[in-house]
């Protein structure tokens, strides 16, 4: 049902204004996905650079300048290509714009292309929330790394090679599993970064690690269920031969991101609203239910108060309420009576 909520809503955002929501996340990544596409261009044009790659001996009367100069387009290409990459990253507020605009749509609220810079007054906060967390992720996989090395030491020195290899894979799976739970623990802090710019890096990096606590295997579970619509882009891209198949690989592939990140940005707007997280989808699914199934109710506030209906009162709390009930209504008897006795008095005495 949570998978359902989340993904239900994030599509009716996206049919609101898909076109400008696609363009802004095309501004985002451009200077990646043609970084990317100049690299392998590059890798196209250098054979033997690719054959120096795989471990392949080259034949031995080639020379160093020879190879050099017989590689100098595609190695131009690559530069070109890894300069793009870091253009990218430096400009990584367009990211955050791009979620800005996301969680934009999901409160109902118009957007417009030029939303892709709406975050570039924190450019600086921006490089640097990718620097602290990539920083973080890494040193987060270095216990893995450290019994990689020791497991090929060992080796080296003549332990027994099968037990070496166990313990390789062992140790980098556990690398893996580490630096993806600090990646799955860290992962809203450009959303809270791009819903309040205002807050700080180390502060957005926090306030994500409080409300995942408990809540990173939703979060992993609804990245799983996306696998079925990547393998299908990747096999799109394959069976379609040529740049056709290209093209048509790389606008799915973007289509499919802004799904996914829309997706994750209505999660990060349930985890980090003023509501609980299971107050919200209790809400939901509540209103789902007597809705009839009409997805127009998750288009709703998610972070608004749940009511009374929503959220039933626990009995302790009920039995207090009652008790301070009663113990108003007599203090209001006792000072009525108070009153017509003093009113008594004065009767009397007049």
């Not at 596409?37 to 054979?47: E, I, N, Q």
């Not at 509501?275 to 509540?286: G, H, W, Y």
């Amino acid at each position: 049902m949570l998978l359902y909520l989340l993904k239900r809503r994030a599509l009716e955002a996206l049919r609101r204004d898909f076109s400008t929501i696609l363009l802004i996340a095309l501004i985002a990544v451009l200077p990646t996905l043609l970084g990317r596409t100049l690299v392998t261009m590059g890798l196209g044009r250098c054979p033997e650079l690719l054959t120096l790659l795989a471990g392949t001996r080259l034949p031995a009367d080639l020379t160093l300048e020879e190879l050099l100069a017989m590689t100098e387009p595609g190695r131009q290409l690559m530069l070109a290509g890894l300069g793009l990459h870091v253009l990218g990253y430096l400009l990584a507020f367009l990211r955050l714009g791009q979620l800005h605009s996301q969680m934009k749509l999901l409160r109902g609220e118009e957007i417009r292309p030029a939303d892709a810079f709406s975050r570039g007054g924190i450019w600086l906060k921006a490089i640097g929330q990718q620097l602290w967390q990539t920083l973080w992720v890494t040193l987060w996989s270095l216990p893995g790394l450290a019994l990689v090395i020791l497991a090929s030491g060992l080796a080296l020195m003549g332990w027994n090679v099968r037990l070496c290899i166990v313990l390789t894979e062992v140790a980098y799976l556990a690398g893996v599993v580490l630096a993806a739970r600090a990646a799955l623990r860290y992962a809203l802090a450009p959303m809270i970064l791009a819903e309040k710019p205002e807050t700080g890096v180390l502060a957005a990096q926090r306030e994500s690690i409080r409300v995942m606590t408990g809540k990173v295997r939703y979060l992993v579970f609804l990245l799983i269920s996306f696998f079925g619509w990547g393998l299908i882009v990747t096999l799109v891209g394959m069976v379609i031969p040529g740049v056709p198949g290209a093209v048509l690989g790389m606008a799915l592939d973007l289509a499919l991101s802004v799904y996914i990140s829309t997706t994750v940005c209505a999660f990060s707007m349930a985890v980090t609203g003023t509501t609980a997280f299971e107050d919200v989808l209790r809400m939901l699914s509540q209103r789902f239910r007597e809705s009839g199934g009409d997805p127009d109710v998750l288009t709703q506030p998610w972070t608004e108060a749940p009511g009374a209906e929503d959220k039933p009162t626990p009995p302790e709390e009920q039995g207090e309420q009652q008790e301070q009930a009663e113990q108003q209504a007599q203090k209001e008897e006792k000072e009525e009576e108070e009153t017509q006795e003093d009113g008594e008095k004065d009767r009397i005495d007049r």
